[in-house]
């Protein structure tokens, strides 16, 4: 059996006195905040029973701050790590007591998201979001601003002329890359496909906007079909893409400009195995966002690329500004803060 960690392997692994660490556990003498946190850090790493504690007494003085996150799809690999990429992002914060309450949307009717805002706004200081572009949302974020509480949008923009900001990538230069990529790694020129979720999700139709832009302007040769709409859910998405398949054998391009990718990639997998598409002749294919089936799909060139949102940067970005305006009140004008975006392709994962 391991040896429970003492007092004296705490001092040892922070690099301080027992006397220090005494003083840290028992609170009866001040400790500066750094060395305070060290003692802390070196609790955690060697598994000191007293770690909790040590917390509690380096936290007491600090503002306590209750963060509200709304996200999609609870099952979606995407929105999971998004979801942990906020929880330790006010985790790290070190001059608050933060509290990350995170929440998942169960249905994607406007009505029930205005009603979630409201809901988790009751019950947090501020509130950062995944919302569809709606009235009724708007309503929603009116009322929780003039309650004080700060509303900021996520990934896809929503009611900005209220909301405080938005933090994300600039969805239209995404659908310029995406179409840029398929035109330079399409077989030839000809029919190109795209999905997104619902054209109430304004960052998916400044995908589309960027993604038809771009080849009116510099690729015409390739002919844009009439965008699809998958509600960003695999089974939709799957079906859609074989009878996409079915229905136009010659297509050279896909873009998925929301969520649903796996049911793209699992198409695809399948017209690759039952010879429509033969290796190396199918239609390029761009997605965004990295997960276990986007990644194994880049590997096994199934896919030509993945725009990736950076999911850490993203998450401190807003927990910053969500702390700034709970301290110092909202800004005078809404504002958005765009994030550069990653870009994948089978020889960089």
């Known amino acids: 059996m391991a040896r429970r960690p003492t007092i004296a392997d705490l001092a040892e692994k922070a690099g301080v ?17 750094e060395t305070a946190r060290r003692v802390y850090e070196a609790a955690n790493a060697i598994g000191y029973h007293a770690a909790a504690l040590i917390h509690q007494r380096i936290t007491a003085e600090l ?3 209750e963060l509200g996150f709304l996200l999609q799809k609870s099952r979606q690999p995407f929105y999971q790590a998004f979801a942990a990429a906020l929880e330790e992002a006010v ?21 029930d998201m205005a009603d979630s805002l409201r809901a988790l706004g009751g019950r947090t200081q501020a509130v950062a979001a995944v919302c569809l572009d709606h009235h009724l949302v708007t309503r929603a974020v009116e009322a929780l601003r003039a309650d004080g509480k ?12 209220v909301r405080e900001s938005y933090v994300g990538t600039n969805n239209l230069k995404v659908g310029r890359t995406a179409a840029w990529m398929i035109s330079r790694t399409a077989r030839r020129a000809g029919k190109v496909a795209l999905f ?4 109430r999700w304004l960052g998916h139709e400044l995908r589309e906007t960027g993604f038809r832009s771009y080849f009116r302007e510099h690729a015409p040769e390739f002919h844009i079909l009439e965008t699809l709409v ?23 391009g896909l873009y998925v400009a929301g969520g649903g990718m796996e049911g793209a990639i699992a198409a695809l997998r399948e017209t690759m195995d039952d010879g429509r ?7 390029s294919v761009i997605v965004n966002e990295v997960t276990p089936d986007t990644t194994a799909a ?25 702390v700034n305006t709970v301290q110092s009140g909202p800004a005078d004008n809404p504002g958005q803060l765009f994030l550069p975006f990653g870009f994948h392709v089978p020889e960089s994962l």
Do not use: K, Y
Request: hydrophobic content about 40%; glycine content about 6%.
């Open 298 to 322: 880049l590997q096994d060139h199934l896919i030509s690329a993945i725009v990736a949102t950076p999911l850490r940067e993203l998450a401190d970005s807003v927990v910053d500004m969500m």
């Open 150 to 161: 700060p509303v900021f949008s996520m990934l896809s923009d929503f009611a900005q002329d």
């Open 63 to 65: 503002p306590r701050m």
């Open 277 to 283: 598409f033969a290796r190396g002749e199918g239609p």
């Open 17 to 33: 006195s027992v006397a220090t660490v005494d003083r840290v556990l028992n609170g009866r003498h001040r400790v500066r905040e």
């Open 230 to 252: 998958n509600l960003d859910t695999r089974q939709v998405t799957h079906e859609a893409t074989l009878s996409l398949f079915s229905r136009h054998p010659d297509i050279v």
């Open 91 to 111: 985790a790290r914060r070190r001059d608050i007591r933060g509290h990350a309450h995170v929440e998942f949307l169960q249905s994607s009717a406007p009505g």
């Open 196 to 199: 997104v979720g619902s054209h």
